[in-house]
């Protein structure tokens, strides 16, 4: 009687099932870490003589890198998006309104004062967390004429804060990839609004 052995394919397999997973955690733990640092403190949509009309408070700080960025002249920029949609069965949900409000923060060196710019509007301030802190506090942000919703409609609206890194200068957009330090903002913040008659 002769005895002979074969190694089992099961050993090699169980390896690359390891490798596998093991790569797929090096993908998934820097996105883990690039995951949102801030909230939305706060946020509604109300109805005005115009339109409606978006009011919020976002809970973020800048680190000490942007910090040092902007110190030496890099302007950095951040966008509110806001986003207001009606339930369809049939289909998709129809988005009404999909609004972006932009902001830059720079330091001018020769003033030494921070300057937040809304569009064409700017403002200057002694300290930086005086400029961040007012950019952090959106009031009024027009997002709807009254015409666009339907009185006793519900709609589902979303807000999110982040830091647009696209718009860096092209040296600080390398390093900002896949750098946690480059990656601020906030999660979707979701809820549902019943539209009304103007106040």
């Known amino acids: 009687m002769t005895a002979?052995?074969?190694r089992s394919s099961k050993k090699p397999l169980d390896r690359l099932r390891a490798v596998a997973t093991a790569a797929l955690l090096c993908l998934w733990l820097p996105l883990a870490a690039m995951a949102a640092e801030g909230r939305i403190g706060y946020a509604e949509i109300v109805s005005g003589e115009e339109g409606y009309v978006v009011n919020a408070d976002i809970d973020v700080e800048l680190n000490p890198r942007l910090v040092d960025a902007v110190s030496r002249g890099v302007s950095l920029y951040f966008s509110a998006q806001f986003i207001v949609e009606?339930?369809?069965?049939?289909?998709?949900n129809e988005i009404v309104a999909d609004r972006t409000l932009n902001y830059r923060v720079s330091y001018n060196a020769i003033t030494r004062s921070y300057r937040l710019s809304v569009g064409s509007?700017?403002?200057?301030?002694?300290?930086?967390?005086?400029?961040?802190?007012?950019?952090?506090?959106?009031r009024n942000w027009q997002i709807a004429p009254i015409s666009a919703l339907q009185p006793g409609t519900s709609y589902n609206v979303a807000l999110r804060f982040q830091l647009d890194t696209s718009?860096?200068?092209?040296?600080?957009?390398?390093t900002a990839i896949g750098s946690r330090d480059w990656n601020?903002?906030?999660?979707?913040?979701?809820?549902?609004?019943?539209?009304?008659?103007?106040?």
């Open 167 to 174: 718009l860096l200068p092209k040296p600080f957009q390398v």
């Open 86 to 92: 009606r339930e369809r069965w049939y289909w998709l």
């Open 121 to 138: 509007l700017h403002q200057s301030f002694e300290t930086l967390d005086e400029a961040v802190r007012t950019m952090l506090r959106i």
């Open 4 to 6: 002979s052995t074969t």
């Open 184 to 199: 601020l903002s906030t999660d979707w913040t979701r809820w549902t609004f019943l539209a009304g008659a103007p106040r």
